[in-house]
């Protein structure tokens, strides 16, 4: 299978600043109002802060760049897949969702979907296409998995899904648009949490929709209006400038966690790896057909809880935080959280520090539990 092509990030950088005029500033300007000016009747242009605000507005334009769709800024990854899964379902509707993706999508389900009259089923992600998907009005898929780093063939599971009449929904939070893209492997719609690698510093929270189905778009763009589940334009102007230097960032992150997997992968403490650039993962080859790069995330298993927390807490170079994607290397024991993983079992978010000095600061924390 051919890799879908990667969207340009440094026309993306230039998106604005290529319609500037002379005293135009360069930067994006924040646009806080909850009012506009609308004498006489309304002739469709801005109206309330609830439906438009021009620092989103650019936001979702570049997101809308790099998705190479229609784009739909939410204040957080969960508010993106809140209104896919609202703008698709009804009571009666059948959908499937991963059982060990993100827990609050399964949360989200259980706790107001099933009430309303809508069955949700689930199956992991390894084996996702297993069963098939007839009946199902919407899946909902997450490749790579959070936390397990599991991979399911998204073309096939595209194809499939569309075989059966249903509709297909991908959280792409784990790759962001410069790792996988899910819609030109046949998705309908893209979910994703830009709090993440999008903004990159651990400051906002953020997440967006895209899709090229205008059915879908103009569903999810009334639940944001009419729920008032919008972006705020500071957090909205904060990812904007998070976007600016993802390329970088993300090279970084993915090249250095291809070094310290290998490392990893031969410490005597290391009972299990999964990362999808390495070659003994039961992934690697459908990683590499359907994946630009292999990610920033590594999930180690060490023997216990408390062996995961000090390998955590002594290393003065991974700070001890869930979320991931920031410019710091952090890591979390995920067993806290409920997910079914082992006890010793860490999600590791590689940051932008040096391979070399990450790798001896890990090392030497990890070496430290032998003594």
């Not at 890799?3 to 806080?32: C, F, I, Q, W, Y």
């Not at 508010?79 to 999508?105: E, N, Q």
């Amino acid at each position: 299978m051919d890799k879908p092509t990667a969207p340009k990030p440094g026309a993306m950088l230039h998106l604005r600043g290529n319609t500037l005029s002379e005293g135009d500033p360069v930067a994006l300007p924040l646009t806080h109002s909850s009012m506009y000016h609308v004498p006489g009747d309304w002739n469709g242009g801005p109206s309330y802060g609830r439906a438009d605000n021009a620092t989103w507005e650019h936001l979702e334009h570049v997101l809308g760049y790099l998705e190479d769709a229609p784009v739909l800024a939410f204040p957080s990854g969960m508010a993106a897949i809140t209104a896919s899964l609202f703008a698709t379902v009804k009571a009666g509707s059948r959908i499937l969702i991963p059982s060990d993706g993100y827990y609050v999508t399964r949360r989200l389900s259980e706790r107001f979907l099933q009430p309303l009259g809508v069955a949700v089923e689930q199956r992991p992600t390894a084996s996702f296409a297993e069963g098939g998907f007839e009946g199902f009005d919407v899946v909902f898929a997450e490749t790579p998995s959070n936390p397990g780093l599991d991979l399911c063939d998204l073309r096939a599971v595209s194809d499939a899904v569309h075989a059966a009449g249903g509709l297909l929904i991908v959280d792409n939070t784990t790759m962001t648009p410069l790792g996988q893209r899910p819609l030109e492997l046949g998705a309908d719609v893209v979910v994703a949490s830009d709090t993440k690698a999008p903004g990159g510093h651990s400051d906002v929270l953020m997440g967006h929709l895209a899709t090229r189905n205008e059915d879908v778009l103009q569903a999810a763009r009334d639940w944001r209006m009419i729920g008032g589940g919008i972006p705020g334009p500071q957090e909205a102007w904060l990812a904007h400038r998070g976007l600016e230097t993802l390329e970088v960032r993300f090279d970084r992150m993915c090249n250095t966690a291809e070094v310290l997997a290998e490392r990893l992968a031969a410490h005597p403490l290391v009972q299990k790896i999964r990362f999808p650039g390495l070659k003994s993962d039961p992934s690697h080859e459908l990683a590499k057909q359907q994946m630009a790069r292999f990610g920033f995330l590594i999930s180690i298993t060490l023997d216990s809880a408390g062996q995961a927390d000090a390998f955590i807490n002594n290393c003065p170079l991974i700070r001890a935080a869930t979320s991931f994607g920031g410019v710091h290397t952090s890591a979390e024991r995920r067993a806290r959280w409920g997910d079914a993983v082992a006890p010793g079992f860490v999600r590791i978010s590689v940051g932008t520090e040096p391979a070399e000095e990450l790798w001896s600061a890990m090392a030497a924390s990890l070496d430290a539990l032998q003594t």
